[in-house]
């Protein structure tokens, strides 16, 4: 079945530091690749897609690019900010219109 | 535009009870899928429905239940509650089956068994 794997945290980093947060999935297909993030208390909120081989998510300076080749799609931040602390997942949408998650990874940033 | 409304936030039941949430889908989105989110097992797909059918099931008993009504709210049932099923369960809603948007996420109801 379809799975997702992602680097386990927390990941702690400085402000203004480079965020790399690995994901590599299995899927049949070409599945939907996505990443959500989750603020304390709060539910998902999408951070960026991408639906197709080498397309390219984009979302308030977080970047992710679908690398079929090497099934990855590992999210990046030239400057992370305070604010960016939270956790963040990992997750495809295969034939099934289901979502499959990744664990989770907790970004804790730091001034 | 209003979001995913998911009620009510926080519930406290006993061993035994059962227990239904509830959640109103983005106006127009005719998708609801719900998540279980616990620290144990991540986030895992209970069901989804789409005009008031379920399409597809996750791995959980039958305890775990759900409906979706004409206007595409939702509601989710568990009967006879175990101290496992402490857990946020989050709903999510979409245009349709074959959105490449994924999901709109509630901020989910946070179940507490005791």
């Known amino acids: 079945g379809d799975s997702v794997t992602q680097m386990e945290g927390p990941v702690t980093l400085s402000e203004e530091a480079f965020l790399t947060i690995n994901c590599t999935y299995t899927a049949t297909g070409y599945p939907s690749l996505f990443w959500y993030v989750q603020y304390p208390g709060e539910g998902l909120q999408l951070l960026l897609k991408?639906?197709?081989?080498?397309d390219k998510g984009s979302n308030k300076g977080f970047e992710a690019t679908y690398r079929k080749e090497t099934t990855s799609f590992h999210l990046e931040k030239g400057s992370v900010q305070v604010s960016d602390s939270a956790v963040y997942f990992c997750a495809l949408m295969g034939a099934g219109n289901m979502l499959t998650f990744g664990g989770g990874t907790r970004l804790m940033v730091k001034p | 535009k209003a979001g995913v409304t998911q009620t009510p936030r926080y519930l406290i039941k006993t061993r035994g009870q059962q227990v239904t949430l509830s959640c109103s889908p983005i106006?127009?989105?005719?998708?609801v899928s719900w998540y279980q989110q616990t620290p144990g097992q991540g986030l895992q797909f209970l069901f989804e429905?789409?005009?008031?059918?379920?399409?597809n099931k996750g791995n959980f008993p039958g305890r775990f239940s759900g409906r979706q009504f004409s206007n595409s709210r939702s509601e989710m049932n568990v009967s006879t509650l175990e101290l496992g099923d402490s857990a946020l369960y989050l709903c999510?809603?979409?245009?349709?089956?074959?959105?490449?948007?994924?999901?709109?996420f509630g901020s989910g109801t946070r179940l507490t068994v005791v």
């Open positions: 991408a639906t197709k081989a080498d």
């Open positions: 999510a809603s979409s245009l349709d089956r074959y959105d490449d948007y994924g999901y709109t």
């Open positions: 106006s127009g989105h005719r998708s």
């Open positions: 429905y789409f005009s008031e059918t379920q399409r």
